[in-house]
Nanobody, 128 residues
Framework: QEQLVESGGGSVQAGGSLRLSCASSKFPDSYYCMAWFRQAPGKEREGVAAIDSGIDYSTSYQDSVKGRFTISKDITKNTLYLQMDSLEPEDTAMYYC????????????????????WGKGTLVTISA
């Protein structure tokens, strides 16, 4: 069964760090790209960071998280990560892992309509 399972969410103070993990039942490079999305209360879901498969594993980020968040994957563990540093209250949201079966790259992987497989999410709460 194709599955993505997120973990690592929690509550931290502003300025702190968290690392989210997404365990994939399939080899990560079997997807064209994988990404992290988030949805804050009362807001639409938005793409946060994405990583392509292939030789260079190029990455894409939403402007608000550039320099603070880092997406990576360990194909030996079938796991996608999101390292989040310098967290702000505005980062509070449910965070979702997603993957694209179809041929998508770069910023296209930050659009939720591009993604085919979704996890159930992990909650991140940042206090001021």
């Amino acid at each position: 069964q194709e599955q993505l399972v997120e973990s690592g969410g929690g509550s931290v103070q502003a300025g702190g760090s968290l690392r989210l993990s997404c365990a994939s039942s399939k080899f990560p490079d079997s997807y064209y790209c994988m990404a992290w999305f988030r949805q804050a209360p009362g807001k639409e879901r938005e793409g946060v960071a994405a990583i392509d498969s292939g030789i260079d594993y190029s990455t894409s980020y939403q402007d608000s998280v550039k320099g603070r968040f880092t997406i990576s994957k360990d194909i030996t563990k079938n796991t996608l990560y999101l390292q989040m540093d310098s967290l702000e209250p505005e980062d509070t949201a449910m965070y979702y892992c997603a993957a694209a079966r179809g041929p998508r790259r770069g910023d296209w992987c930050l659009y939720d309509g591009s993604m085919d497989v979704w996890g159930k999410g992990t909650l991140v709460t940042i206090s001021a």
